[in-house]
């Protein structure tokens, strides 16, 4: 799994839910498959679809949204709270994880 920052996420984004990479996240109990949009940060683009997974600064300040990466590559424009650990656990930010590539994403929010 790969993670490298972005210098923006400025542009446009598109939240059309017939777009994007396929996606399966674990949460709460329950797997959800999605179809995850480009540019659009995972936890932005749950909480669209009504999936209320942690969220709390959006900013990559505080860790309240840390979920576990199982499978897929993702880019995170901010990351002040993840150490080389971290990453290496395959831990991401949801608040700034992005898509990065065209693979199946999946996701578990432990
Ligand atoms: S919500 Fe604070 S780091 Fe993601």
């Not at 540019?39 to 209320?52: C, M, Q, T, Y």
Request: proline share 6%; glycine share 10%; aromatic share 6%.
């Amino acid at each position: 799994m790969l993670y490298r920052s972005i210098p923006s996420r400025s542009k446009r984004v598109s939240m059309e839910s017939n777009t994007g990479n396929p996606l399966v996240v674990e949460f709460d109990g329950e797997r959800h498959e999605l179809l995850w949009p480009p540019a659009v940060p995972l936890a932005v683009f749950l909480k669209s679809r009504g999936i209320k997974v942690p969220y709390a600064c959006g900013e990559g300040f505080c860790g309240g949204c840390i979920a576990r990466l199982t499978g897929g590559n993702v880019t995170m424009a901010i990351n002040e709270i993840l150490d080389d650990d971290d990453l290496a656990n395959d831990l991401i930010l949801g608040c700034q994880a992005v898509l990065d590539g065209d693979e199946p994403i999946s996701v578990r929010y432990d």
